[in-house]
């Protein structure tokens, strides 16, 4: 996942082994989202019982596009 978000089960793969196995039980309404730094993905934030599906995908949506304001900011600190 570059960008973007999902929202369903985790699939049960060999890459998505090591997030299951940290997950314990994971539900069928697994959202994840990407933070990004301009166009480059950073991190996704996995979010899991959310309730509210809708609801809880949009907080997401909003909690990434602060973290990836928030990561631009400590970068252009470095810089100086």
């Known amino acids: ?3 973007g978000s999902y929202l369903g089960p985790i699939p049960s793969t060999p890459d998505n ?3 299951l196995q940290v997950m314990k039980e994971a ?5 994840i989202v990407c933070v990004s ?13 959310l ?6 995908t949009q907080r ?5 596009q602060a973290a ?3 990561f631009v ?3 252009r600190r470095k810089e100086r």
Do not use: C, F
């Open 1 to 3: 996942m570059a960008s």
């Open 17 to 19: 082994e090591p997030l």
């Open 27 to 31: 539900s069928s309404d697994v959202a």
């Open 37 to 49: 730094v301009g166009d480059r993905p950073v991190l996704l934030l996995v979010a899991d019982e």
């Open 51 to 56: 309730g509210d599906t809708m609801l809880a």
């Open 60 to 64: 997401a949506m909003k909690l990434t």
């Open 68 to 70: 990836g304001e928030a």
């Open 73 to 75: 900011k400590l970068l």
